[in-house]
């Protein structure tokens, strides 16, 4: 079992790593906790034993479910079932669940611990640590949330074994990105010590930036171009493969802007496209100038198209992208274009 710590002062936690780690649900809860509400869907199948007093609620699948009216009902259950401030909401599923279930906690009696069991790999490199909660509203994505931090994170590998394919494949989108962000050989460890690890670069990113003031947003590499991807596809491109086909964009672009060679762009596809086996470009055709307008509308976008960009001091922010670069970095991509 591998322990990480995130380092946080009063609110630091723990995010415990390897099969069987479920068992430890019950040593993370909060010692004041009598009561607990599992958040989780139908098709999770991942019941925790709970030796306090604890009821279940299954919240809808996929983004449009993750909404201000499934928070309104996850409200209306905890009354029903009298959740205080000192018990817990145990959010039992991938981001969107973890991503949901913080957020009522976070809302619930303004502030009700949370402690997140992540099922799938997305969830648990990426959304399940570090307090990011959220749901979507028409105008966007995530749109309103809170960083409230769970108590404690358990990743229990088992759940893996039976995660749907392109699932997996959408966690391994962000893995290689952390191939990138830190240059370690995470090709020379096994998986469990592989994700093990990125939980580690996660949990110091977040200890050294929570509010995501300035080095946070590193976790956002090849996010810019994924979010327009995502949103152009109206969400039939899942989160992580979108990220794959980003990064890739990202590569080019940065190799335009001549802040990294050919070789580090053929790096990219060497891990994205071979290592993980991840598209490096969208089956269906893309409209570029769609794409760029929604760039612009991305949250990072406070001064002109921002985008992660590799380059000679590593992964960084870049702002004031030119569109003349864009396109460059497009054409570079040979994509399907309507
Ligand atoms: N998923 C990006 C972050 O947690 O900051």
Redesign the pocket.
């Given at each position: 079992m591998h322990k990480i710590k995130v380092e946080l002062g009063e609110r630091s936690y723990s995010v415990m790593v390897g099969h069987g780690a479920i068992n430890q649900l019950d040593a993370i809860l909060p010692k004041s906790a009598k009561r607990a509400v599992v958040v989780t869907q139908s098709q999770i199948g991942l019941q925790p034993e709970l030796k306090i007093d604890s009821t279940t609620v299954a919240i809808g699948g996929g983004e449009e479910s993750k909404n201000l009216q499934t928070i309104e009902m996850l409200a209306q259950k905890f009354a029903e079932f009298g959740l205080t401030r000192s018990d817990v909401v145990i959010g039992v599923g991938g981001g969107m669940v973890t991503d949901v279930a913080g957020f009522a906690a976070a809302s619930w009696h303004r502030g009700t611990p949370v402690v997140h069991v992540a099922t799938s790999l997305v969830g648990m490199v990426?959304?399940a640590i570090?307090g990011?909660t959220g749901v979507n509203i028409a105008q966007g994505k995530n749109l309103v949330g809170a960083f409230w931090q769970p108590s404690g994170v358990i990743c229990d590998l088992d759940a893996l074994k039976t995660l749907p394919d392109r699932e997996m494949r959408c966690g391994l989108g962000e893995v290689a990105k952390y191939h990138f962000l830190t240059g370690d050989d995470l090709l020379s460890l096994a998986m469990p010590e592989r994700i093990a690890r990125c939980v580690e670069i996660k949990a110091k990113i977040?200890s050294a930036d929570e509010r995501?003031t300035g080095s946070?947003a590193l976790?956002?590499y090849g996010h810019t171009l994924a979010h327009a991807l995502e949103r152009s596809s109206n969400f039939s491109l899942a989160h992580g493969e979108a990220v794959a086909v980003g990064m890739i964009f990202a590569a080019h672009l940065a190799h335009v802007m001549q802040r990294i060679t050919k070789h580090r762009v053929d790096d990219h596809y060497t891990v994205i496209g071979e290592t993980y086996g991840l598209k490096v470009k969208p089956d269906e055709k893309i409209d570029r100038r769609k794409l760029i307008d929604l760039m612009h509308l991305d949250k990072k976008a406070v001064s002109g198209l921002t985008f992660v960009l590799d380059g000679p001091k590593g992964i960084e922010v870049v702002s004031g992208v030119s569109e003349k670069h864009l396109d460059q970095a497009f054409d570079a991509m040979q994509l399907n274009e309507k």
């Open positions: 990426d959304a570090g990011k977040v995501e946070r976790l956002n």
